[in-house]
């Protein structure tokens, strides 16, 4: 915000609400100003200019959806953030339509919501010029992330790039191993010759080697003329061996003499073929333990692994979700003809909390599944068509039953977990706190004194 100290208007017909969200947000540096009722907002922005108007939905003389619609019109710049104890999928997608940055249903987290409204207001302060470069420096050819780790690997592929080295790639399944590949090729000198991908896994072993080498007419049954193999068409280029640990033993044996000598023979044939390629191999295995279980040579291990490069999981660069969530959800959006413009502050919320075994491969398929099946126009967390993403979610949360060596405070663990399941049961019963008490086995008289000590707002 330029230096300047955000200008933010409260809208709630609660007094409670007013005044808690203006503790809140005061403590956060913010200038906070209260209104009770949507009518009093546009005498409010023509005394002065806010950066940022938070409205409650259901109020008495004027619904928040008016107050969103009269803000936009007599200030389009100014960021609205709507909240309500009554939400709905309608009113979201009416809300996301009208222009509102987030609708975010009561009762909500704190931390939650002073990050919405962090982003909120980070979102309105950078200039468009800004936010490109922000961009940029996001994204490494079609690599995407700012992370540090990220950042790491993007300073290595320009360091190797240049280089004739052999490059090996490690990391989990999904993290993005032959976009990395595909970057070292793109910035090297054979950028312009071929980028040859061989799924070591995916070709039968009794294939491997006519593929690989190519063959003569008559070699075998079925070989009717010749053809060449996968390192006649990458003269000059690069070869990715992707999953290389998966090479059978003879197979190992014949690419250690084409690294070593760049040459080979083919199938059928008797005369040595010359080729000059960069090998980027690939593996979601531990090659080291596999040359200790002799699994796979040690010379051909020292000669893929001269410049090792490893791809953190997502789960180890979380901050990076909120730049690949939205990517997928335009690309998805474009290309099935959609009209989804956003990932809702909890469905992101939930998405973070999730550890993502399959990595960035998966977070894409999430999304994508998620604009499939999308009937509106923002991706609330009802609507993220994962079955079990939630409740992994949470089980992950609640797993903090070691000890830690300095001792714990138990107090704070309890209560971390009775907030998790008042917040819970509250989601499961739509905000109907009779009801959320019910699931909980306890009275409303209860349920809301432990509202209070928890400093949920209802």
Do not use: W
Request: one cysteine or more; hydrophobic letters at 40%.
């Amino acid at each position: 915000m330029s230096g300047k100290t955000p200008n933010i208007l409260v809208v709630d017909d609660q007094k409670s609400m007013q005044e808690f969200l203006d503790i809140m947000l005061s403590k956060e540096g913010y200038r906070v100003i209260t209104a009770e009722d949507g009518e009093a907002v546009p005498p409010l922005m023509a005394k002065e200019h806010f950066d940022l108007i938070i409205t409650d939905i259901r109020m008495k003389n004027v619904h928040g959806i008016d107050v969103l619609k009269n803000v936009k019109t007599l200030s389009p710049d100014t960021t609205v953030i709507l909240i309500s104890a009554y939400a709905t999928a309608e009113t979201a997608v009416e809300a996301m339509k009208e222009g509102a940055f987030d609708y975010i249903p009561k009762p909500f987290k704190v931390n939650d919501f002073k990050k919405i409204v962090a982003d909120a207001l980070q979102s309105k302060g950078r200039p468009p010029q800004e936010k490109e470069s922000a961009e940029s420096e996001a994204h490494f050819g079609l690599l995407i992330g700012e992370s540090p780790e990220m950042k790491r690997v993007y300073d290595l592929i320009r360091r190797v790039a240049e280089t004739k080295s052999n490059v090996l790639i490690s990391g989990e399944s999904g993290t993005g191993k032959e976009l990395v590949a595909k970057a070292v090729h793109q910035l090297s000198e054979r950028r312009d010759k071929p980028f040859v991908v061989i799924n070591c896994a995916g070709i039968p072993e009794n294939l491997i080697e006519s593929e690989l080498f190519g063959y003569r007419k008559g070699a075998f049954t079925g070989a009717l003329a010749d053809k060449e193999g996968f390192f006649d068409v990458a003269d000059g280029g690069t070869v990715f061996l992707d999953e290389v640990g998966e090479l059978p033993p003879l197979i190992q044996v014949k690419l250690l003499r084409v690294i070593q000598e760049k040459t080979f023979t083919c199938v059928g044939g008797t005369e040595s073929k010359t080729v000059d390629v960069r090998f980027i191999s690939a593996t979601n295995k531990d090659l080291e333990k596999e040359v200790m279980n002799q699994k796979f040579r040690e010379d051909l291990y020292f000669r893929l692994n001269v410049i090792p490069i490893a791809i953190p999981p997502l789960r180890k660069r979380q901050g990076d979700l909120r730049l690949l969530a939205p990517h997928f959800l335009e690309r998805y959006s474009r290309e099935l003809g959609k009209d989804i413009r956003k990932i809702s502050a909890y469905a992101m919320d939930i998405l973070e909390k999730y550890a993502f075994p399959g990595n960035v491969r998966e977070l894409e398929n999430i999304v994508e599944r998620s604009v499939v099946l999308e009937a509106s126009n923002i991706i609330l967390p009802e609507s993220l068509a994962l079955a079990g993403l939630r409740d992994e979610a949470e089980t992950q949360k609640r797993r903090r039953t070691d000890l830690d060596v300095g001792g714990i405070q138990l107090d704070d663990v309890m209560t971390g977990i009775e907030q998790d399941y008042v917040m819970q049961a509250l989601e499961m019963a739509r905000g109907s706190k009779q009801r959320a008490a019910k699931l909980l086995g306890i009275s409303l008289r209860s349920f809301r004194y432990r509202l209070e000590k928890l400093n949920i707002p209802e």
